[in-house]
Protein backbone atom coordinates (compact mmCIF):
# COMPACT_ATOMS: atom_id res chain seq x y z
CA UNK A 1 0.00 0.00 0.00
CA UNK A 2 1.13 3.70 -0.74
CA UNK A 3 1.97 5.88 2.32
CA UNK A 4 0.66 9.51 1.55
CA UNK A 5 2.97 10.65 4.18
CA UNK A 6 6.32 9.72 1.96
CA UNK A 7 5.34 11.83 -0.64
CA UNK A 8 6.38 15.11 0.28
CA UNK A 9 9.92 13.76 1.98
CA UNK A 10 10.09 11.23 -1.51
CA UNK A 11 9.75 14.45 -3.38
CA UNK A 12 12.28 16.66 -1.43
CA UNK A 13 15.11 13.88 -1.08
CA UNK A 14 14.59 11.38 -3.42
CA UNK A 15 18.63 10.51 -3.11
CA UNK A 16 18.55 9.13 -6.67
CA UNK A 17 18.24 12.84 -8.06
CA UNK A 18 21.23 14.02 -10.08
CA UNK A 19 22.41 17.77 -9.73
CA UNK A 20 20.43 19.17 -12.40
CA UNK A 21 16.84 17.35 -10.63
CA UNK A 22 17.67 19.49 -7.30
CA UNK A 23 18.96 22.45 -9.52
CA UNK A 24 15.30 22.36 -11.00
CA UNK A 25 13.70 21.72 -7.21
CA UNK A 26 15.90 24.83 -6.29
CA UNK A 27 14.48 26.77 -9.54
CA UNK A 28 10.95 25.79 -8.72
CA UNK A 29 11.15 26.81 -4.79
CA UNK A 30 12.84 30.10 -5.97
CA UNK A 31 10.09 30.84 -8.39
CA UNK A 32 6.86 30.30 -6.21
CA UNK A 33 8.46 32.72 -3.70
CA UNK A 34 9.24 34.96 -5.80
CA UNK A 35 5.63 34.76 -6.41
CA UNK A 36 4.24 34.78 -3.44
CA UNK A 37 6.83 37.96 -3.06
CA UNK A 38 5.05 40.18 -5.64
CA UNK A 39 1.83 41.08 -3.80
CA UNK A 40 3.63 41.62 -0.73
CA UNK A 41 5.64 43.86 -2.76
CA UNK A 42 2.56 45.59 -4.33
CA UNK A 43 0.51 45.90 -1.39
CA UNK A 44 3.29 47.88 0.89
CA UNK A 45 4.41 50.04 -2.19
CA UNK A 46 0.74 50.97 -2.93
CA UNK A 47 0.39 52.36 0.81
CA UNK A 48 1.73 55.70 -1.19
CA UNK A 49 -2.04 55.98 -2.03
CA UNK A 50 -3.21 57.08 1.93
CA UNK A 51 -0.54 59.50 1.46
CA UNK A 52 2.94 61.03 2.75
CA UNK A 53 2.42 59.82 6.93
CA UNK A 54 1.01 56.40 6.15
CA UNK A 55 3.84 55.96 3.46
CA UNK A 56 6.61 57.22 6.23
CA UNK A 57 4.88 54.89 9.12
CA UNK A 58 4.75 52.01 6.52
CA UNK A 59 8.18 52.52 6.14
CA UNK A 60 9.75 52.69 9.41
CA UNK A 61 8.04 49.28 10.14
CA UNK A 62 9.16 47.62 7.35
CA UNK A 63 12.78 49.43 6.34
CA UNK A 64 14.27 49.35 9.45
CA UNK A 65 13.95 46.02 11.36
CA UNK A 66 16.70 43.75 11.10
CA UNK A 67 13.70 40.93 9.92
CA UNK A 68 13.20 42.93 7.04
CA UNK A 69 17.06 43.30 6.34
CA UNK A 70 17.51 39.20 6.32
CA UNK A 71 14.22 39.33 4.26
CA UNK A 72 15.37 41.74 1.85
CA UNK A 73 18.60 39.49 1.13
CA UNK A 74 16.66 36.18 0.89
CA UNK A 75 14.87 38.16 -1.86
CA UNK A 76 18.16 38.97 -3.23
CA UNK A 77 19.59 35.70 -3.10
CA UNK A 78 16.43 34.14 -4.58
CA UNK A 79 16.56 36.39 -7.69
CA UNK A 80 19.93 35.31 -8.37
CA UNK A 81 20.02 32.19 -8.43
CA UNK A 82 16.55 32.14 -10.51
CA UNK A 83 17.57 34.40 -13.12
CA UNK A 84 21.38 31.81 -13.39
CA UNK A 85 19.47 28.79 -13.34
CA UNK A 86 16.62 30.28 -15.74
CA UNK A 87 19.93 31.23 -17.83
CA UNK A 88 21.41 27.88 -17.46
CA UNK A 89 17.56 26.43 -18.80
CA UNK A 90 17.42 28.85 -21.73
CA UNK A 91 20.82 28.01 -22.83
CA UNK A 92 20.25 23.71 -22.74
CA UNK A 93 16.78 24.46 -24.31
CA UNK A 94 18.66 26.30 -27.40
CA UNK A 95 21.23 23.38 -27.67
CA UNK A 96 23.80 24.88 -25.85
CA UNK A 97 25.69 22.70 -24.27
CA UNK A 98 24.03 19.44 -25.28
CA UNK A 99 26.15 18.55 -28.28
CA UNK A 100 25.77 17.57 -32.06
CA UNK A 101 23.60 14.31 -32.59
CA UNK A 102 25.29 11.22 -33.12
CA UNK A 103 24.84 7.59 -34.23
CA UNK A 104 24.22 5.72 -31.11
CA UNK A 105 27.21 3.36 -31.15
CA UNK A 106 28.96 1.80 -27.60
CA UNK A 107 29.78 2.91 -25.25
CA UNK A 108 26.73 5.53 -25.35
CA UNK A 109 27.18 8.85 -24.69
CA UNK A 110 25.05 11.56 -22.94
CA UNK A 111 24.41 15.10 -22.64
CA UNK A 112 24.54 14.82 -19.23
CA UNK A 113 28.38 15.47 -18.52
CA UNK A 114 28.57 18.55 -21.12
CA UNK A 115 25.36 20.44 -19.23
CA UNK A 116 26.90 19.34 -15.82
CA UNK A 117 29.45 21.93 -16.62
CA UNK A 118 27.10 24.30 -17.35
CA UNK A 119 25.20 23.24 -14.10
CA UNK A 120 28.54 23.99 -11.52
CA UNK A 121 29.11 27.05 -13.31
CA UNK A 122 26.11 28.64 -12.75
CA UNK A 123 26.08 27.25 -8.76
CA UNK A 124 29.69 28.61 -8.63
CA UNK A 125 28.50 32.35 -9.85
CA UNK A 126 25.27 32.26 -7.50
CA UNK A 127 27.77 31.02 -4.44
CA UNK A 128 29.85 34.21 -5.52
CA UNK A 129 26.93 36.43 -5.58
CA UNK A 130 25.70 34.69 -2.04
CA UNK A 131 29.22 35.70 -0.80
CA UNK A 132 28.98 39.38 -2.04
CA UNK A 133 25.20 39.74 -1.09
CA UNK A 134 26.34 38.74 2.87
CA UNK A 135 29.29 41.35 2.47
CA UNK A 136 27.13 44.48 0.67
CA UNK A 137 24.27 43.58 3.68
CA UNK A 138 26.19 43.28 6.54
CA UNK A 139 25.79 46.80 7.59
CA UNK A 140 22.13 46.19 7.18
CA UNK A 141 22.45 43.09 9.06
CA UNK A 142 24.30 44.38 12.43
CA UNK A 143 22.53 47.53 12.56
CA UNK A 144 24.96 50.03 11.42
Known amino acids: ?15 KYNLEAYLFLLHRITGIALALYLPVHIIVTGMRIFGPEVWKATMEK ?10 EWLLVVAVAVHALNGMRLILTEFGFFIGRPSRPSYPYTN ?14 LSAVFIVWSVVAFSP ?5
Open 140 to 144: RFFGH
Open 1 to 15: MYNRREGLIKWLFGG
Open 111 to 124: SIDRQRVLSWGVML
Open 62 to 71: VAHSPIAAFG
